[in-house]
């Protein structure tokens, strides 16, 4: 019976996460004095919603609202029970270039990080073996509205070192591979800490909002920040959705293969 229920959730669970990627809707933050509303779609864009465009924000509202639905169905009829501690590979500093250079540089003009840092881990694990993490830097609404922000997370691979560095891999916006700090302050303008220390269910929640930014450290399996909130509600994911991986690859990718 067990495994019947895990089968189940496991299927369900891929179809409502095909169900809200995409022009999925993650949450909404309303406006006030006169700001605009931020909708935060699952794929990390922000669209600014004008105070004036009460229309817009509806259709939004009706998409949260049957994501949310779906999501609550699927969760409360099923749960999967945590698995073992994850363990990244230990990468000789030395090797770091050599990954780099086999990530696929065909990249679609317009693209999603989730689907890209998912590809290149995934093909990274499939020639080397090599279990990597995914680096999760997710910003703050005041960060998001002071700098008008165009998304709301970013994510790409990450790998630990023999000398204990923690290098990113983000083939679209650096020519090359960078510690995480790097990357973190390549990405952040004002170049603050961010907060470390957290629940994702809390972030996402409202966060500290005297804070810019807030990071994890997570599995590679991890697509969306979405399933570190599923780890910390009980669910667990342990392995790769090779479905989920091409489908990943073909709204990232013009081409490149194993």
């Known amino acids: 019976m067990k495994s019947f229920m895990l089968i189940a959730f496991f299927v369900l669970g891929q179809g409502v996460r095909a169900e809200t990627m995409g022009d999925g809707v993650h949450s909404i933050v309303r406006g006030t004095?006169?700001?605009?509303?931020?909708?935060?779609?699952?794929?990390?864009?922000?669209?600014?919603?004008?105070?004036?465009?009460?229309?817009?924000?509806?259709?939004?509202?009706?998409?949260?609202?049957?994501?949310?639905?779906?999501?609550?169905?699927?969760?409360?009829?099923?749960?999967?029970?945590?698995g073992a501690s994850y363990e990244p590979t230990v990468v000789p500093d030395a090797q770091i270039p050599e990954i780099f250079n086999r990530m696929n540089p065909y990249i679609k003009r317009k693209s999603e990080c989730s689907d890209r840092a998912h590809v290149w881990a995934y093909d990274e694990f499939q020639k080397s073996g090599i279990k990597s993490q995914k680096a999760f830097l997710m910003l703050t609404d005041t960060y998001i509205k002071r700098t008008r922000y165009k998304w709301w997370f970013h994510v790409a691979?990450?790998?630990?070192?023999?000398?204990?560095?923690?290098i990113v891999m983000d083939f679209q916006f650096l020519d090359r591979p960078v510690t995480f700090t790097e990357w973190k302050n390549h990405l952040v303008f004002s170049k603050r800490e961010c907060v470390t220390d957290f629940k994702f269910n809390d972030y996402d929640a409202g966060a500290d909002q005297t804070q810019d930014c807030y990071t994890k450290h997570e599995p590679m399996y991890y697509y969306i920040p979405q399933d570190i909130g599923a780890f910390e509600n009980g669910r667990q994911?342990?392995?790769?959705?090779?479905?989920?991986?091409?489908?990943?690859?073909?709204?990232?990718?013009?081409?490149?293969s194993l």
């Not at 990390?44 to 939004?60: P, R, S, T, W």
């Not at 691979?157 to 923690?166: H, L």
């Open 157 to 166: 691979p990450m790998y630990t070192t023999a000398s204990g560095k923690k």
């Open 33 to 82: 004095d006169g700001e605009p509303h931020l909708v935060k779609m699952n794929s990390g864009e922000v669209k600014f919603i004008e105070q004036n465009e009460g229309h817009k924000l509806a259709v939004f509202e009706k998409k949260l609202m049957t994501a949310k639905s779906l999501s609550s169905n699927v969760q409360n009829k099923f749960q999967v029970e945590p």
């Open 237 to 256: 994911i342990t392995g790769w959705s090779v479905s989920g991986v091409n489908a990943a690859r073909s709204r990232a990718f013009f081409q490149g």
